[in-house]
């Protein structure tokens, strides 16, 4: 590697950080629900051993209901333990992993196609990436899953080229360690292996003590899926499946099958059933994650997984990405390229399956093929002609400087004004205002328990775990496999009686500024109190509950 490649390198690497880390405690605004699930659940195994149910170090963490994976969790314990229970400290393991990633993807395309140039470039597109930079600087499962299944094609890779039974070793667990990580890998992970077998499985056969390799590999993955496929998985897949809302088969199979003369007639039986709703939803699904609208328009409309404004590609890589596609498939004998378009078509699976789609976590995957492939297209107009490489070039980097100026304007100084909402910032005051020496003693009553808001007031407030597991109501598990928090010591999370709630002096009642009633606001007999977003728009309202005479 040329001095000058290797600077190249660093350059992009460190501008990654930059991206990546840049007031990263402070943006996004506040910590989502899961960066607040997962933050408390490291603290209260630090400090008790145990997660919020009291299970002394699980496998499998209940959380929502939504059964979290054990390794990002854990990760974050020494985070939290150096930096305490903080944005930073539950970001950073995933920030850390999308800057490692930039590094993976350039060893990983110089192995395939033995071309620094185009592995410099790849990396550079990662870089920039505004899918990337976002999930980075959050708490992504999902991020840390897809840089081990990098790691784990590279060593792969490598040991099938130089016959090392050590790297394949290696391969396999990293692969392994996917499945300890995120969900969907369960699928991802499964299908891109298996892809590389196909492609290679001459070379696997060859390499001395192949099935040591394999052996470790399937005990590992059968050792957690026991955990979850098989147990918590489960309720996980019901609540975020396509059958995930309990109304789906009112809606979309009994209620179709009624307009019909007769409905329990063989011809409307045979078109409105489970199998054929789930053929055409898991279609439309893969078809929609596919869709220029998701990639260079909209997005996704999750808001902790995009932001407002901005998609997941810059528009401009749409041409490359197209020829970038043109060239994969028109040279589909090469394995190399057959490998990323297997890995394209195989991200989309997992998504495929569940509702919301197309969502951009679940999606996740995609993101280094598409980067290699935008590559492919980039140096193919580029090298066309050496008259007008250095005009191409000068045009497509002014093109990159325009993007991330506008993504770097809409992320950096629009986003945590407008979005806070549906962040943490408001959480945040909240606890602080609450934890004014007057109002410690009162009784918080607090609606929408389904927003888990509990999980905000845990992580704010450092609340002692130990109380907490001693403490914690829980409402019955709902029809789609999630749970809610009742209450714990002074807080109680439901909805308020504001004729009788309001009356008891020791209460404080927080609602949703929308939620209050205009005669009560209006009432000047009631203290009340607004917490306001950075976009000077109220998110709660805290009323003080007095007795009238």
Known sequence: ??????????????????????RLSEIPPGVNRDEASIGYTAYSLLQTGKDEYGRSFPLSFESFGDWKLPLYIYTTIPFVRLLGMTELAVRLPSALAGIFSIGALYVLVRILFGNIPLALLSSLILTLSPWHIHISRVESESNVAIFLSTLATIFFLKAISRKRTLWLTLSGLFFAATYYTYHGSHIFTTLLAAGLLMLHHKEVFRIPRWPIAAGVSFFFVAFILVFTL??????KISGIGIFGNPTVVHERIELPRLIHEDPSSLFSRILHNKPVYALITMSQNFLKSYSPEFLFIKGGDNHAHNIKGYANMHLFESIFLILGITLLLTGIKKRQY?????????AGV????????????????????LAITVALGMQHVLLMNKKITIFSSIVIGLFYIGSLFLYADAYFIHFPKEEARHWGD?????????????????QIIMTSPE?????YLLFYGKYNPAD?????????????????????????????NWNSDISNSQNLLVASSNEIPKYIRDDTFYKTTDIF?????????????RRKI
Do not use: C
Request: aromatic share 14%; hydrophobic share 50%; glycine share 4%.
């Open 1 to 22: 590697m040329k001095p000058v490649h290797k600077f190249l390198l660093l350059a992009i690497i460190a501008l990654a950080a930059y991206l990546r880390l840049y």
């Open 230 to 235: 098989f147990s918590a998985n489960k309720t």
């Open 338 to 346: 057959s490998l990323i378009v297997w890995w394209i078509v195989v």
């Open 350 to 369: 997992a998504p495929a399956i569940t509702k919301d789609a197309p969502h951009s976590n679940r999606m996740f995957a995609i993101v280094p093929a």
């Open 426 to 442: 408001g959480y945040k005051k909240l606890v602080t205002f609450l934890s004014i020496p007057g109002y410690k003693d009162k």
């Open 451 to 455: 927003a888990s808001p509990y999980i």
């Open 468 to 496: 907490y597991h001693r403490e914690a109501m829980r409402y019955p598990i709902t029809a789609d496999g999630f749970t809610n928090v009742a209450g714990f010591n002074r807080f109680s999370f439901r909805e308020i």
């Open 533 to 545: 977003l950075p976009d000077g728009k109220a998110q709660f309202t805290v009323i003080e509950g």
